[in-house]
């Protein structure tokens, strides 16, 4: 059974205080590792997709990277606006569903 | 449309009601997908729709979920004789195709069940 655990479950930054989120996954055939932010209130938004390890993608401060069996969010030098919870899920091989980890909490600080 | 529209945006009912929640996917998105999302916990698959048929229907609860999709497009998420256990956030999204890209999500209908 694919499985997805996120850590920690929430994070306290300071503005400019860089820090990962990690992802560790279990799957039978990776076909995807999707990065979503969710904030209060709304769907969860598309950050990446990484297909293979070894993979990197960026957009403004984050930064994604996967390995056999996890991945990484990256925040450099977060703003408060960054606050959000960030959901990793994964992609089975003969499947179409996503399999969703409970999320990561991230509070910045000004 | 421009994004996933869900309705309606919350919804409070009685335990034993049944309810309806519709999604509105993306124009030309053929891949829908409801997932349900309670308060601390992950997002819990419901069911997947190609087109209107639902290969994937691996998720719902129990014979008091279901769902249709007609025309390609708008789909309708059917809970009978709702329970308390009911209660949660239900969201939609849609995809270009089977590939699963980036799926877009809806802001979720938040039912509550009294």
């Known amino acids: 059974e694919d499985q997805v655990t996120q850590s920690p479950e929430a994070l306290r930054l300071q503005e400019g205080e860089s820090s990962s989120l990690n992802c560790s996954y279990t799957?039978?055939?990776?076909?995807?590792l999707f990065w979503y932010r969710q904030d209060p209130g709304k769907g969860p938004e598309f950050l990446f997709t990484?297909?293979?390890a070894g993979e990197e993608k960026e957009k403004e401060r984050l930064k994604a990277t996967l390995t056999k069996k996890e991945s990484f969010l990256h925040i450099t030098a977060p703003k408060p606006e960054d606050s959000a919870t960030y959901l990793c899920?994964?992609?089975?091989?003969?499947?179409?569903?996503?399999?969703f980890g409970t999320g990561t909490r991230l509070l910045v600080s000004p | 449309g421009a994004g996933v529209s869900q309705s309606p945006s919350n919804k409070v009912t009685e335990k034993g009601k049944d309810v309806e929640l519709r999604c509105d996917p993306i124009?030309?998105?053929?891949?829908l997908y409801w997932y349900r999302q309670s308060l601390g916990q992950g997002l819990e698959f419901l069911i997947y729709f190609q087109g209107n048929s639902a290969p994937d229907k691996s998720g719902l609860p129990s014979d008091r979920f279901s769902a249709e999709r007609t025309g390609g497009s708008v789909s309708t998420l059917t809970i009978q004789r709702t329970q308390q256990e009911d209660s949660a956030v239900y969201l939609c999204?849609?995809?270009?195709?089977?590939?699963?890209?980036?799926?877009?999500f809806g802001s979720g209908t938040r039912l509550t069940v009294v």
């Open positions: 899920a994964v992609r089975d091989t003969g499947f179409q569903k996503l399999v």
């Open positions: 124009s030309g998105h053929t891949a």
């Open positions: 999204a849609s995809s270009p195709a089977q590939g699963g890209y980036g799926y877009t």
């Open positions: 990484l297909y293979s």
């Open positions: 799957v039978s055939g990776l076909r995807g």
